[in-house]
């Protein structure tokens, strides 16, 4: 009786000792999320509820100041702000007794001022979330070639945690593939059909919406879209526009492309990049001429980011590397391409070749051209035909995509799994000398004389009737009508019959 009551008091010890031992740790993240100028958002998970504390400094010896969220949880959310702009700081996360996670390696910097040309760096995956070596090895090719100059953020293309985006798969192929970029740099996303088998955008439920915290009230800049499946955001001269292509209406009429319109039309930013899932040209393990919603985003998304001058677009879902020259007006199926009207610029983009891709600068210059690229090569390739004519590189490579701005440059790089650079290209917005030219002129009335001109206007130099000389008239209004490239002036009565020279400074 004696030693069968030892017995279970030794039991009883040792499971109380194994629960102590698993109390309180960090089983996720932490992450960044919602970096803007003046704060971010860090997140992570703990084995049990604890409430949320994260203790943060300007070094990583001295994490002086902390914020706490009140309450016991396992899903951890911390918002910083008061930070200033583009300042450096260190972090741990815990609970209201002590540290659970942090060690110099735990940092993060608030983004450069909204509008400033701060050099930003980006790295860019897609459909990486395989879990496996071939992640990995991107991975690694990435944090080798950039370790001297790390990404101020990075975006997931989507198809980010195989094979139905569940919470599950969400820790293996991104939590436990990316743990150090994950407490370094702020992460954004878009939805793949992957990430949409468990997630619902309509009522923005399932694992991805739990675990992305992403703008929908303007946030980080932008216009307000009222939900995470579409927003935008900006960082420092470069606005982003994250487009929902599994899930929400891509009809022109519903609320994305609507959104996106006025987004576009409100942007002050001079870089406008774009992403989402399907692509709009591709010849890889997806075909852009056969397939619906590759079709629709080609059709729908592009005339209106065209027209707001966007200047790169990415996407994944096909498991390979293509990108395009710089084109613009192309929505038809490849056969369609037109080599003069859509094909802006036939060469290959660098400055060891011929030469950048060349663009007007200033704030959404009209349909001056934009470069396609696919990174759906970051977890696998799937092979493909690989020969759309809108690409100048298709390549069934695994690799990844680190994007370079600095002020009126952007340069584009193209890293496979072994670190060897396998495409480079450049856009270069540069001032715009030429001026417009005169394609047309009819007088709808006596009175009126509208005149066509080949570029968009500003509307400036566009509304002074000094600038228009009619011999024999006297000009005395003009105004820019829609769409910037027509002025309709209002003259001294013409004569019926007669011809009239028209003379623009
Ligand atoms: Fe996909």
């Known amino acids: 009786m004696k030693s069968f009551s030892k017995s ?35 997140h992570w998970r703990t084995d049990t509820a604890t409430d949320s504390v994260v203790r943060y400094g300007t070094s990583p010896g ?15 959310e911390v918002s910083l702000t008061g930070l200033g702009n ?74 980010n945690a195989y094979n139905d985006g569940t919470d599950a798969e969400y820790q293996a192929a991104v939590f436990d593939t990316y743990p150090e970029i994950l407490r370094q740099l702020p992460l954004w996303s878009t939805l793949g059909n992957h990430d949409g088998h468990s997630a619902d955008s309509a009522t923005q439920t ?17 216009l307000a879209s009222g939900t995470e499946a579409y927003y935008s955001f900006d960082y420092a001269n470069i606005h982003f526009v994250c487009l929902d292509s599994y899930e929400t209406s ?63 677009v990415l996407s994944g879902h096909s498991h390979s590397y293509e990108r395009s020259y710089l084109l613009d007006g192309h929505y038809g199926s ?5 080599p003069v009207l859509n094909v802006l610029d036939p060469g290959d983009g660098r400055d060891t070749g011929d030469g950048a891709y060349e663009k007007p600068d200033g704030i959404a210059p009209q349909n001056a051209g934009a470069v396609y690229a696919v990174a759906g090569s970051s977890g696998k390739l799937s092979g493909g035909s690989l020969n759309h004519p809108a690409m100048f590189v298709s390549l069934n490579s695994l690799g990844s995509m680190v994007l370079d701005v600095a002020g009126n440059r952007l340069d584009a790089t193209f890293l496979d799994e072994a670190g060897a650079v396998r495409d480079t290209f450049t856009i270069l917005k540069t001032p715009d000398f030429e001026p417009p030219v005169i394609t047309g002129a009819t007088a709808p009335d ?14 400036v130099g566009a509304t ?24 309709r002036l209002t003259s001294s009565a013409m004569t019926s019959g007669s011809s009239y020279t028209l003379v623009v400074n």
């Open 206 to 222: 399932g694992p991805y919406y739990d675990i992305f915290n992403l703008p929908r009230a303007a946030e980080v800049g932008g």
């Open 8 to 42: 279970v008091c030794f039991l009883v010890l040792g499971w109380v000792i194994s629960l102590s031992a698993l109390a309180q740790t960090v089983v996720r993240g932490p992450y960044l999320q919602m970096q803007t100028d003046d704060g971010i958002s860090i």
């Open 62 to 76: 001295a994490l002086t100041s902390s914020e706490t969220v009140g309450g016991l949880r396992t899903d951890h």
């Open 446 to 459: 006596a009175t009126h004389v509208v005149v066509s001109f080949d570029e968009a206007l500003d509307a």
């Open 250 to 312: 891509r009809s022109p009429t519903g609320s994305m492309l609507q959104w996106l319109e006025a987004d576009l039309a409100s942007n002050t930013q001079p870089w406008v990049i774009a992403f989402w899932h399907h692509p709009p040209y591709t010849k890889g393990s997806h075909d852009s001429d056969t397939e619906g919603r590759l079709i629709d985003m080609r059709q729908n998304a592009l005339p209106i980011l065209e027209a707001w001058g966007v200047d790169l």
């Open 464 to 487: 002074d009737p000094a600038n228009y000389t009619i011999a024999g008239l006297t000009v005395s209004a003009a105004e820019l009508l829609a769409g910037d490239r027509d002025v």
């Open 86 to 159: 583009g300042q450096q700081f260190w972090y741990s996360v815990g609970d209201s007794v002590g540290t659970l996670a942090g060690d110099s390696s735990f940092h993060f910097h608030t983004a450069p001022a909204s509008g400033s040309a701060a050099d930003t760096r980006i790295w860019v995956i897609g459909d990486s979330g395989t879990a496996n070596a071939d992640a990995r090895a991107v991975r690694d090719a990435y944090k080798a070639w950039a370790a001297s100059d790390p990404a101020d953020f990075w975006i997931m293309l989507g198809d």
């Open 334 to 338: 490849s056969p369609t391409l037109d």
